[in-house]
Structures are given as structure tokens and as C-alpha cells.
């Protein structure tokens, strides 16, 4: 059953490109839907966006990215009711968005920093502090050992009850969603969450030398599936998505109609879920890995 609950963006991991037309209507489906802002916690109990599959609280989740920004158009929106509700977000950024940015006056070289600026600022308008950063090649990024291994690291640091990652799957739908970067960071972060986390015997220098234990993590979210199965609303907490974004200034200065652009895509989500005229949502493909 397809579900609905507080949050919805475009279904892809790549920042829109400016002009295209947002995706046609799609048939509308009558799900239930669970806003949590504003709403106790006793009225959303065993909400999918509070509590895994199995009925646990979430308390921590882990975003594993291919860049900065990715994350936040992505699933801004989610990402704030999900620190509203207090649980505690951490982001894994496996580039540091060194082949980005739109001004040729800026030297290549201060773009890491300035990005990496970027994402912490963006991380502070939706609730996220804790923050790691790869140091990959922004347009390199391939599914190789040491991905998977620095990624388990991360996991086994962070120990999430959910993961948010990239989908591995091409998206023939709207082909500009499926940037290689995005399905190698996609694809070594399913690998990372089985079978490498949870092998005590997987990169043996982790436990060996960082003392880190294994893990498995019950449930990922995943961004940008060509095949979603859950919905969030997310009318509550566009504004602190679009703040998010616009911390990301040598991304999205240029963007005159960010707002308007955002919320035609999460308006065709929003649709495309069966949620009322006027709401705004993400889109993911939920997975349980545990």
C-alpha cells in the first residue's frame, strides 16, 4: 500500500533545472496522511515518518549524499519535521560539490570550503549540526571499496534507526535526476547498509583499530526512485526548505524563481499522492534492510 505522511519533493535527486515543466498529474491515491507540525506526539503515533515498519521510534537518522545541497532539495522539508519532532539527523556528504558553483571568477580551489560552508549553514535552517564530509571528487565518484568502507564508518559512528540515501536506480523518466555521482553514492551506501555495516568481519580495521562495532540499520528512505512508495507532507515546512537552499548561494543565487519552481514540483507530488489542493510533499522509495 502506498502510504502519506508529512512531507513531499520532486522525485529526483538533482536540483531542478530552471524551466522545465514540473511532471504531468499523475492519477491521484487516497492514502493516509500524517502532518506533524503542530500536531502531539500522541496523535501520530505510529507514524512512518516518527517510527520504522516495525513500530519503533526513530531517534536517529543518517543522510548519506553525493554533494552538498543534494539533501536539501531533495528532502528539506522531511528532514525539518523530522528534527521538529526531535530526532537527531546526521548528513554524510561523500563530495564536497568541488565541480559546482556558477561563477568563473571564483578560484576553483575556495570552492570546497565555501560548499562545505554552505551545507552546514543550510544544515542549521532545518535542525542539522552533525555533518561529515568525504573529501570525494565532485564528478569522480564511483561504488568502490573505500566508499563502502568510509560510509560503514560513518554508520557505525552514528548508529541511525533510519537511513536517507540516493536511489541506485536510473530514472528514464526524467534521466537529468540520475547524475552518476548520485547512483555511485546511492549504491555504496545500500552496499555499506548490507552487507558491510553489519559484518563485524567487513573492513576489519574499523573495529580493530576505531573500535567500531557492527550495526544494521532497519529501514532506508530513498530519494529520487523512479518507483516511490511513500509520501510526505511537507506544507508546513517548505519555508524552511527554501531557507535551506538558499544557504547554498553559489548554487542558487541565480535562481530568481526558486520558491515558485519548488513548489510547482512538490505541488505535482502532492497530486500525484492524492493529498488536497494546496498541500506540498516529498516523494520516497521506503525500504526495510533489518
Same mark, same amino acid.
Given at each position: 500500500?502506498?502510504?502519506?505522511?508529512?512531507?513531499?519533493? *520532486?522525485?529526483?535527486?538533482?536540483?531542478?533545472?530552471?524551466?522545465?515543466?514540473?511532471?504531468?498529474?499523475?492519477?491521484?491515491?487516497?492514502?493516509?496522511?500524517?502532518?506533524?507540525?503542530?500536531? #502531539?506526539?500522541?496523535?501520530?503515533?505510529?507514524?512512518?515518518?516518527?517510527?520504522?515498519?516495525?513500530?519503533?521510534?526513530?531517534?536517529?537518522?543518517?543522510? +548519506?549524499?553525493? !554533494?552538498?545541497?543534494?539533501?536539501?532539495?531533495?528532502?528539506?522539508?522531511?528532514?525539518?519535521? @523530522?528534527?521538529?519532532?526531535?530526532?537527531? %539527523?546526521?548528513?554524510?556528504?561523500?563530495?564536497?560539490?568541488?565541480?559546482?558553483? &556558477?561563477? *568563473?571568477?571564483?578560484?576553483?580551489?575556495?570552492?570546497?570550503?565555501?560548499?562545505?560552508?554552505?551545507?552546514?549553514?543550510?544544515?542549521?535552517?532545518?535542525?542539522?549540526?552533525?555533518?561529515?564530509?568525504?573529501?570525494?571528487?565532485?564528478?569522480?565518484?564511483? %561504488?568502490?571499496?573505500?566508499?563502502?568502507?568510509?560510509?560503514?564508518? +560513518?554508520?557505525? =559512528? +552514528?548508529?541511525?534507526?533510519?537511513?536517507?540515501? =540516493?536511489? *541506485?536506480?536510473?530514472?528514464?523518466?526524467?534521466?537529468?535526476?540520475?547524475?552518476?555521482? !548520485?547512483?555511485?553514492?546511492?549504491?555504496?551506501?545500500?552496499?555499506?547498509?548490507?552487507?558491510?555495516?553489519?559484518? *563485524?568481519?567487513?573492513?576489519?580495521?574499523?573495529?580493530?583499530?576505531?573500535?567500531?562495532?557492527?550495526?544494521?540499520?532497519?529501514?532506508?528512505?530513498?530519494?529520487?526512485?523512479?518507483?516511490?512508495?511513500?509520501? +510526505?507532507?511537507? #506544507?508546513?515546512? &517548505?519555508?524552511?526548505?527554501?531557507?535551506?537552499?538558499?544557504? !547554498?548561494?553559489? =548554487?542558487?543565487?541565480?535562481?530568481?524563481?526558486?520558491?515558485?519552481?519548488?513548489?510547482? @514540483?512538490?505541488?505535482?507530488?502532492?497530486?500525484?499522492?492524492?493529498?488536497?489542493?494546496?498541500?506540498?510533499?516529498?516523494? &520516497?522509495?521506503?525500504?526495510?534492510?533489518?
Amino acid at each position: 500500500m502506498t502510504n502519506v505522511t508529512g512531507g513531499i519533493s *520532486p522525485d529526483h535527486l538533482l536540483r531542478p533545472l530552471i524551466g522545465e515543466s514540473a511532471p504531468a498529474r499523475l492519477a491521484p491515491r487516497q492514502q493516509p496522511v500524517a502532518t506533524l507540525t503542530g500536531v #502531539t506526539e500522541s496523535a501520530t503515533a505510529g507514524s512512518p515518518l516518527l517510527h520504522n515498519r516495525d513500530g519503533r521510534r526513530i531517534e536517529r537518522i543518517l543522510a +548519506v549524499m553525493a !554533494h552538498p545541497d543534494d539533501v536539501d532539495f531533495g528532502a528539506g522539508g522531511t528532514v525539518r519535521a @523530522w528534527t521538529n519532532a526531535g530526532i537527531e %539527523v546526521t548528513y554524510c556528504l561523500a563530495t564536497n560539490g568541488d565541480a559546482g558553483g &556558477f561563477d *568563473p571568477d571564483v578560484p576553483r580551489s575556495e570552492i570546497p570550503g565555501i560548499r562545505q560552508a554552505e551545507q552546514r549553514a543550510a544544515g542549521a535552517a532545518l535542525g542539522v549540526r552533525d555533518i561529515h564530509f568525504l573529501g570525494y571528487r565532485d564528478g569522480e565518484l564511483s %561504488v568502490s571499496h573505500e566508499l563502502r568502507r568510509d560510509i560503514s564508518r +560513518v554508520i557505525r =559512528q +552514528v548508529r541511525p534507526d533510519r537511513m536517507l540515501i =540516493q536511489s *541506485p536506480d536510473r530514472n528514464w523518466e526524467r534521466v537529468q535526476a540520475s547524475h552518476p555521482d !548520485h547512483l555511485a553514492a546511492g549504491e555504496a551506501a545500500i552496499q555499506a547498509v548490507y552487507p558491510d555495516a553489519r559484518n *563485524p568481519f567487513a573492513h576489519p580495521s574499523l573495529l580493530k583499530d576505531e573500535g567500531l562495532e557492527d550495526w544494521a540499520v532497519p529501514e532506508v528512505w530513498m530519494i529520487g526512485s523512479p518507483t516511490p512508495n511513500q509520501w +510526505v507532507d511537507v #506544507t508546513d515546512t &517548505f519555508d524552511a526548505k527554501i531557507a535551506a537552499l538558499r544557504a !547554498h548561494d553559489s =548554487q542558487t543565487a541565480h535562481m530568481d524563481n526558486l520558491s515558485d519552481y519548488m513548489r510547482s @514540483w512538490l505541488t505535482a507530488a502532492a497530486q500525484s499522492a492524492g493529498l488536497p489542493d494546496g498541500r506540498l510533499a516529498e516523494a &520516497f522509495m521506503v525500504v526495510r534492510t533489518a
